[in-house]
């Protein structure tokens, strides 16, 4: 089993539309959680960090679920710049500090 | 200037061949690390390196080394590239557990 599993996608949804991700993880000892966004061969950018209780910037939330090792991604009044490979990432306990990624899930938005 | 800076963005080299990639930062973090990136694998752990005088291989090391010349600055060399090390490199920084990583906009290698 991956220690970060998503689905690929891709995800093809029109403008406006309301899309979510999911992310599961093995570790439950995993203790800081993360979503990039990569654009097409270019580097992964961080775009939020996941809270326990929650989180949201703007048209995008967050949300971590401790208990089924799950997290997710909502993006609202999807945007075609929001196009992209969105990266599951995971910080395990006893793993000094590196980070697990997630293959990613690609997201087309179209007009 | 970019907070991580990869040389060189592009390369083609032949088979046999040893190249480097350098990779240096600018936001003063002690944790450095090495990924390549494939269609369909995702990014995997080549080295990582948490100080000047610590290295530690990652999932894939072979046909790989690094050096640590300095807080800012951690090359990756391929001693003799080979056709399957065709990917996207990418270096990345972090301030320590619990914090993301910033990237290096890579280094995309052909082995020809």
């Known amino acids: 089993r991956k220690e970060v599993e998503q689905d690929p996608g891709p995800f093809n949804v029109p403008e406006g539309a309301t899309v979510a991700f999911n992310c599961t993880y093995s570790?439950?000892?995993?203790?800081?959680f993360f979503w990039y966004r990569q654009d097409c061969r270019k580097e992964p950018k961080l775009l939020m960090s996941?809270?326990?209780s929650g989180n949201e910037d703007g048209r995008f939330t967050a949300q971590l679920n401790r208990a089924s090792q799950y997290i997710s991604l909502l993006i609202r009044d999807s945007k075609l710049s929001d196009s992209a490979t969105y990266l599951c990432?995971?910080?395990?306990?006893?793993?000094?500090?590196?980070?697990?990624f997630g293959q990613g899930t690609e997201l087309s938005v179209k007009p | 200037d970019a907070d991580v800076t990869q040389t060189p963005r592009n390369r083609i080299t032949k088979t046999g061949k040893r190249i480097m990639l350098e990779c240096s930062q600018t936001?003063?973090?002690?944790?450095m690390y090495w990924y390549r990136q494939d269609p369909g694998l995702g990014l995997r752990l080549i080295y990582y390196?948490?100080?000047?005088?610590?290295?530690n291989k990652g999932e894939i090391s072979d046909g790989y080394s690094v050096s640590r010349q300095a807080q800012a600055k951690f090359s990756l060399s391929l001693e003799s590239a080979i056709p399957n090390q065709t990917a996207l490199y990418f270096c990345?920084?972090?301030?320590?557990?619990?914090?993301?990583?910033?990237f290096g906009s890579g280094t995309r290698l052909t082995v020809v």
């Open positions: 390196s948490f100080d000047v005088k610590d290295i």
């Open positions: 570790n439950s000892a995993s203790q800081s």
């Open positions: 936001k003063g973090h002690d944790r």
């Open positions: 990432v995971v910080n395990p306990y006893n793993q000094g500090g590196k980070l697990i």
């Open positions: 996941v809270y326990s």
């Open positions: 990345a920084t972090s301030g320590g557990t619990g914090y993301g990583y910033t």
